[in-house]
């Protein structure tokens, strides 16, 4: 005896594994099950797809069997491979998106440096201040340019310590002036 079974499955040409299960329903009909799955792809979506049931006499299935099966299987086969394109997208995906979050976190650490350095200036000027020396805590106080998200502050800090400045002798007010 002759089949062109396996040369049927083999002209379906989709990627994947069968699971076929015959079982007699009576004396004269036979329940088939055919489960198409792609045991590659590591979803647990594969568990939902139903098996197809296919119910009728030997010589009825052996008629109709691959015509029955064609059109699902390859539906079937379709949706693991646009299932599998999708699960290597998000982890392409997933990827650049680790490789974004350190490129962030460099740049994050890039403007933690400017900071640092933004805050050691300002230490060394309250250290200054501290000591009485406002010349000298003045010019240690960071340029506006290199720091514009603090511009406010350092302007406000300029001024407070050019007020502590002691008189200038050549430009005081003279305090006699109506005599």
Known sequence: METNFFKSVTALAVAGDWTISIAEENADTLIVSVLF???RIGDDAL??????LLRGTAQELDAGFFGAIAEPVKQTAQLFTNLEQFLKQKQAAKASSQMHKQAAENAGGQISDKQKKYEES???VDELQAE???REAWIKVPPVESYPEYASIIRDRRMELSSQFAPDLFNEPKENESC
């Open 132 to 134: 009485g020396k406002y």
């Open 37 to 39: 799955h792609n045991s």
């Open 122 to 124: 300002m230490k060394k």
């Open 47 to 52: 568990k939902k797809v139903p098996p197809i």
